[in-house]
Every structure is written in C-alpha cells, then in structure tokens.
C-alpha cells in the first residue's frame, strides 16, 4: 500500500480554487502588512512576536481525547520522514527528486506553490510524520524573502491546523522562534506535554536546525483564525459553508539542533591529529 496519496493535481481546476481561496481572505493579508506597505525586515518581525507572545485559549483537548479514544495512543513510530522545501511538495522520495522538478515552470507555480505536506488519508490519522526544517528556510520565513508559502499567509487554523497549511508558519504561531522570545506551549498537538521540545533555541543569528513531529488528526467542521505570536491565521467554515476537504494536524514534538560552529575556519587537514610519534606506557604495578 503506497504510504500516501497524491490529491491535488496540476490542472486549471487546482489553480483556479487555489486563486479563489486566498483571494477570498486578502483582506487578512492586507491588515497583516505595515500601514506603509513597506515590508517588515527580519528583527522587526521578530520583535513584534517578542511583544505578542499571548497564549490563546483555544484549546484541543478534546480533539485529542477523541482521537486517543477512536484510534488508540499516539505511536512511537513515523509515518514519513519528510525534508522542508518552500516550492515543493515533500514526499519520502525527496532525495530521488530533480533540483528543478518540472512543476515549477512558471511565475504562478513559484508564487502559489502545492501546500507542503502531501494528500494523506484517513487511514493515517494519529500518526506522526517528521518533518527536516533547516535554520535558512525559518529564518526566509519570518522574512518573507523566498518564501512564497509564507508570503500568502497559507495558515488555518489555530493549536489544530488544515493540513495545507505551511509547517513554519504552524511553528511561528505555535511560538517557535529564531530568537530567545519562545512561547511555553510549542507542541498542542502532545496531550501528554505541551512544550515536547528537546534542546534550547540558541540566541538570536545564531543557526541551528528542527526535526518536528506532527500528528495526523481528523477534519474539522471549523477552523478559526487567531493572531498570537506576531502571526494571525486565516480562518476555514467559520463564515463560509465550505468544509475542509483534507485532515488536520498539530505538532506533537521539536529537537532542535544547533550548529557547531567552533571549526568553521580551520582547514580540514588541520582539524587531524598526528598520533603516529605518541607512545604507550603500561601501566605500572
């Protein structure tokens, strides 16, 4: 059995709903943009979350509760293990794919990229898929420099999201930063620990990269949109009729792994060590 299932396709159908949907919420972009129109650079948006760390109330015990009590605890083991890209869509077979697959050709397909994480089924609900995120592709998206996923505010949902929204978006709202300002409850998606996160984020420009767990959850009838954390989601069926036509997920675990940096610049043939003149001693009785 395949391990997912590709459900968007690359037609006009695919690209005229996509247009349709985030026209439909311009508005929300347009009041998450500076009066100026000048765009935020990396350190003022990442004050503006140090200055709106809010926690919301909006809670998902019970979708949890649900879940455990449907389809048994959370497993230990990963679905997917997936690698973060801004154009494309992640796969197990990422390291198979070309530099420049053939469905990025044109300015709509850099511009709207597929959502990230592929069509999976309901038969995948309450596993974990893992997904690589390098220290660029969060910092490109608190800027918004090549990162069109980000640029659209493609994120709905709040603690619980639609599964096209955008991964490192779904960490900024949690209050996952590049910077010391995190939030306490990075990981709504663990029943059992709210703040599942191994490591510490090292100060500010300083590199370092994530492995996140999501969880795979059911669809909801309703996704609102919350601002917390320098970042307002979109909402999904709260004024519109339309339902969600994919599953949900929320994070479940974050290792963070900083970079050592301490032999940057030394040459490689410099970091050897000689031990052919050392000489042993036994030990004397």
């Not at 347009?30 to 100026?36: G, H, L, Q, R």
């Not at 992640?90 to 070309?98: A, C, D, I, M, T």
Request: charged residues 20%.
């Amino acid at each position: 059995m395949a391990m997912y299932t590709q459900r968007y396709d690359m037609n006009e159908e695919y690209r005229r709903k996509k247009s349709q949907i985030l026209g439909l919420q311009e508005t929300i972009l347009n009041s998450a943009k500076k009066p100026s129109g000048k765009p935020e650079s990396v350190a003022e948006t990442r004050q503006r979350s140090c200055d709106e760390q809010e926690h919301t109330s909006v809670g998902c015990g019970k979708v949890l509760e649900y879940v455990k009590n449907k389809y048994g605890p959370a497993p230990s083991t990963v679905l997917a293990s997936l690698v973060y890209h801004p154009y494309h869509s992640g796969g197990p077979l990422w390291n198979e794919l070309p530099a420049a697959p053939a469905v990025i050709q044109n300015s709509f397909s850099l511009a709207m990229p597929r959502p990230f994480l592929p069509g999976f089924s309901e038969e995948h609900i309450n596993q974990l898929v893992t997904i690589q995120v390098s220290y660029e592709d969060l910092r490109d998206s608190y800027s918004g420099n090549n990162a069109p996923r980000a640029q659209n505010n493609e994120i709905w949902g709040c603690n619980i999201y639609t599964d096209d929204s955008d991964p490192l978006l779904v960490l900024r709202h949690c209050g996952l930063s590049i910077s010391d300002c995190n939030g306490a409850h990075r990981t709504p998606g663990n029943a059992e620990n709210s703040d599942n996160v191994q490591g510490t984020v090292p100060p500010a420009d300083t590199p370092f990269d994530l492995e996140i767990d999501i969880i795979l959850l059911p669809q909801l009838q309703s996704y609102p949109g919350v601002k917390q954390f320098g970042l307002t989601s979109r909402p999904w069926g709260i004024d519109t009729p339309t339902p969600h036509d994919g599953l949900s997920y929320a994070i479940y675990a974050i290792r963070i792994a900083p970079r050592d940096t301490s032999t940057r610049n030394i040459d490689p043939e410099h970091q050897l060590i000689d031990t052919s003149h050392w000489q042993s001693h036994r030990s004397r009785i």
